[in-house]
């Protein structure tokens, strides 16, 4: 059995129902951590944090303040929700990254954790910009499955927050792990939203000191979708949009 971490904020909302509704087809135990306000100090809004509760779904909240860093954030809100897991290995998500829910439940089932040759993995992902209908042609990762014997302080509050598990040699990984049929599992919707929403996105997350993102936001809302991305460079097609995700 597996326990779900969702590391989630209200700027989320687009995805978060779907994100839940999907991991509820592979876990009984499904945790959504979550803060009192935005890293910009706007305050949550707390009865649409509690509303997300359901039998199978807990939402731990966190006071928030201005005296650290957002990774900090991002890892203390991975961090109280492993402590808050039931089962014996954590899959982290956060509230943009869409499970193919009945997939993933195959996966696990074929795929006996207990006594396996690895410690640690991460899957493969569909990359999404803009509308849920443009998807990145090349394939990106996201979510990680870790046991929570590895669960430590050490590992969760690291600069490479969930992907800390990348450096330590003794920590036996399986990356890019896919589906039946050699396809992703997961669907990443990081950067599929209005201007206003994106514009609100990068003035809190970790990364916000990266780029001048806010510049290469109203660059690229001062014309229609061209076909590729600033953040990564990929080139798109057009598919179906698979949740009916509504931004």
């Known amino acids: 059995m597996v326990s779900v971490v969702i590391n989630y904020c209200s700027t989320e909302v687009p995805f978060i ?3 839940v509704a999907q991991a509820r087809l592979f876990s009984d135990d499904i945790i959504v951590s979550a803060y009192d306000r935005l890293f910009d100090g706007t305050p949550e809004d707390s009865g649409a944090l509690r509303a997300l509760e359901d039998p199978g779904v807990r939402v731990v909240v966190q006071e928030w303040s ?3 860093p957002p990774r900090y954030w991002h890892n203390a809100a991975r961090w109280a929700g492993a402590q808050a897991a039931r089962h014996d290995w954590v899959l982290f998500l956060d509230a943009d990254e869409v499970p193919e829910g009945g997939r993933v439940r195959e996966w696990f089932t074929t795929n006996d954790l ?12 569909y990359w999404y910009f803009r509308e849920p209908i443009y998807r990145a042609t090349k394939e990106f990762e996201c979510a990680v499955l870790l046991p929570k014997r590895l669960i430590t302080r050490d590992l969760i509050f690291s600069e490479k927050e969930r992907w800390e598990f990348r450096r330590h040699p003794d920590i036996r990984a399986f990356e890019h792990v896919l589906g039946k049929s050699d396809f992703p599992m997961f669907h990443h919707y990081s950067w599929v939203r209005t201007k206003a929403q994106l514009l609100k ?9 990266d780029r001048d993102w806010p510049a290469l936001v109203e ?12 953040v990564h460079g990929f080139n798109y097609q057009t598919v179906p949009n698979q949740f009916g995700i509504k931004i």
């Open 219 to 230: 660059e690229e809302f001062s014309r229609p979708f061209n076909g590729t991305d600033f």
């Open 66 to 68: 201005a005296d650290k």
């Open 17 to 19: 129902r779907q994100v």
């Open 201 to 209: 996105k990068v003035s809190s997350w970790a990364h916000k000191d």
């Open 114 to 125: 207990v006594g396996r040759s690895h410690d640690a993995y991460s899957f493969g992902c």
